[in-house]
């Protein structure tokens, strides 16, 4: 939320809307946890508009809540284009969490609490792969940062997004080749 509201400051956004969808962005994640099958933001609304129907909020600004909600996956690289700002800077705060330090603390975190090996040598870095979260893992999590998180910079919505996302990703590449030198024993 804090992403999202410091992109507001500079990107014109509507702090109310953004700042509660950040909040309630990943509802679909907590679903797909109790079910075990896969939930689009789509899938969530319902429950994002009982929980918002119980707050003084005009039907107006939670229709434009759950419009960034149900938008907020919708990366450029699958054709999905969003045109509202607030939906724009929901997904690339969402994104801009996922990169850099923290993004790359969660990553090898999610890794670790999914089973997923670190690290595959049999399996080629760089591949054409483009990460689906319907067809499910990396083969590894240093892959993952192949076929995602090195991506998201070239698809941030906002001018101040684009150029954190730039510096973040020069940090995560920086710590990727770090690990891969280790892994390879030259360090």
């Known amino acids: 939320m804090n992403i999202a509201i410091n992109l507001c400051d500079k990107e ?3 702090k109310l809307i953004v700042g509660i969808s950040a909040f309630l962005h ?3 994640r907590i679903m797909q946890n109790e079910t075990g099958k896969f939930v689009s933001p789509k899938d969530s609304l319902p429950k994002v508009r009982e929980i918002l129907n119980n707050t003084d909020l005009s039907e107006d ?3 434009k809540i759950c419009y960034c909600i149900e938008h907020h996956e919708n990366y450029n690289w699958n054709g999905n284009n969003v045109n509202d700002i607030n939906a724009l800077i929901l997904q690339d705060a969402d994104n801009l969490d996922a990169i850099g330090a923290i993004g790359i603390g969660r990553t090898f975190s999610y890794g670790g609490a999914h089973n997923i090996l670190m690290y595959n040598e049999e399996i080629p870095l760089n591949s054409n792969e483009i990460y689906s979260e319907t067809k499910g893992h990396s083969p590894s999590t240093i892959h993952h940062f192949y076929e995602k998180l090195f991506r998201l910079a ?3 919505n906002t001018k101040t997004a684009k150029e954190q996302a730039i510096a ?3 940090f ?8 891969l030198e280790e892994w390879e024993g030259l360090k």
């Open 12 to 14: 014109n956004g509507d």
């Open 168 to 170: 973040r990703t020069v």
């Open 26 to 28: 990943d509802i679909h």
């Open 154 to 156: 070239d698809n941030m």
């Open 61 to 63: 600004v939670i229709n």
């Open 172 to 179: 995560m590449k920086k710590f990727v080749n770090e690990f």
